[in-house]
Protein backbone atom coordinates (compact mmCIF):
# COMPACT_ATOMS: atom_id res chain seq x y z
CA UNK A 1 0.00 0.00 0.00
CA UNK A 2 2.46 2.87 0.93
CA UNK A 3 4.50 1.92 -2.07
CA UNK A 4 1.46 2.93 -4.24
CA UNK A 5 0.46 5.50 -2.38
CA UNK A 6 4.13 6.90 -2.83
CA UNK A 7 3.96 6.31 -6.45
CA UNK A 8 0.68 7.13 -7.46
CA UNK A 9 0.06 10.22 -4.86
CA UNK A 10 0.90 12.98 -7.74
CA UNK A 11 -1.76 11.51 -10.13
CA UNK A 12 -5.10 11.25 -7.66
CA UNK A 13 -4.50 8.31 -5.79
CA UNK A 14 -4.90 7.93 -1.89
CA UNK A 15 -4.91 5.27 0.83
CA UNK A 16 -7.11 5.66 3.74
CA UNK A 17 -6.63 2.60 6.63
CA UNK A 18 -9.07 2.69 8.70
CA UNK A 19 -8.22 0.41 12.20
CA UNK A 20 -10.99 -1.18 13.87
CA UNK A 21 -11.38 -0.99 17.86
CA UNK A 22 -7.38 -0.42 18.12
CA UNK A 23 -6.52 2.34 20.63
CA UNK A 24 -4.58 5.36 19.45
CA UNK A 25 -1.30 3.90 20.97
CA UNK A 26 -1.06 0.96 19.14
CA UNK A 27 -1.77 2.15 15.83
CA UNK A 28 0.59 5.36 16.65
CA UNK A 29 3.15 2.53 17.11
CA UNK A 30 2.36 0.41 14.39
CA UNK A 31 2.39 3.68 11.85
CA UNK A 32 5.58 4.43 13.11
CA UNK A 33 7.01 1.13 13.21
CA UNK A 34 6.37 1.13 9.72
CA UNK A 35 6.75 4.76 8.18
CA UNK A 36 3.53 5.39 7.21
CA UNK A 37 2.41 8.01 5.66
CA UNK A 38 -1.06 8.13 4.58
CA UNK A 39 -4.17 8.59 6.33
CA UNK A 40 -5.15 6.29 9.30
CA UNK A 41 -8.77 6.68 10.48
CA UNK A 42 -10.33 5.48 13.57
CA UNK A 43 -13.80 3.06 13.29
CA UNK A 44 -13.75 3.09 17.49
CA UNK A 45 -17.10 1.40 17.48
CA UNK A 46 -17.14 -0.52 14.49
CA UNK A 47 -20.03 1.01 13.07
CA UNK A 48 -18.47 1.76 9.51
CA UNK A 49 -16.69 -1.58 9.29
CA UNK A 50 -20.56 -3.19 9.69
CA UNK A 51 -22.10 -0.68 7.24
CA UNK A 52 -19.60 -1.72 4.77
CA UNK A 53 -20.05 -5.34 5.66
CA UNK A 54 -16.34 -5.71 6.50
CA UNK A 55 -16.04 -9.37 8.07
CA UNK A 56 -12.06 -10.18 7.50
CA UNK A 57 -9.21 -7.75 8.27
CA UNK A 58 -7.13 -6.41 6.40
CA UNK A 59 -10.38 -5.49 3.60
CA UNK A 60 -9.18 -3.06 0.83
CA UNK A 61 -11.69 -1.30 -0.97
CA UNK A 62 -10.58 -0.05 -4.01
CA UNK A 63 -12.84 3.31 -4.70
CA UNK A 64 -12.67 5.20 -7.95
CA UNK A 65 -11.98 9.20 -8.72
CA UNK A 66 -15.89 9.10 -8.66
CA UNK A 67 -16.27 7.73 -5.62
CA UNK A 68 -17.52 3.99 -6.55
CA UNK A 69 -16.26 1.14 -5.36
CA UNK A 70 -14.62 -0.85 -8.23
CA UNK A 71 -13.22 -3.76 -6.00
CA UNK A 72 -13.27 -5.19 -2.89
CA UNK A 73 -10.58 -7.96 -1.00
CA UNK A 74 -10.27 -9.19 2.16
CA UNK A 75 -6.61 -10.01 3.03
CA UNK A 76 -3.53 -8.95 1.89
CA UNK A 77 -2.98 -7.37 -1.79
CA UNK A 78 -0.46 -7.36 -3.94
CA UNK A 79 1.55 -4.58 -5.51
CA UNK A 80 0.29 -6.47 -8.79
CA UNK A 81 -3.50 -5.84 -7.96
CA UNK A 82 -2.85 -2.48 -6.61
CA UNK A 83 -1.31 -1.10 -9.72
CA UNK A 84 -3.25 -2.82 -12.21
CA UNK A 85 -6.45 -0.74 -10.88
CA UNK A 86 -4.60 2.12 -10.30
CA UNK A 87 -3.77 2.16 -13.93
CA UNK A 88 -7.19 1.09 -15.07
CA UNK A 89 -8.50 3.57 -12.45
CA UNK A 90 -6.22 6.49 -13.48
CA UNK A 91 -5.33 5.95 -16.80
CA UNK A 92 -1.41 5.39 -16.17
Do not use: C
Not at 70 to 76: F, N, R
Request: glycine share 6%; proline share 3%; hydrophobic share 40%.
Amino acid sequence: MRAAYENHREEGFTVLSVSIRESDQVIRDFISRHDLTYPFLMDRDGSASLAFEVINTPTTFFIGPDGTILDTKAGLVSQDWLEYLISESIGT
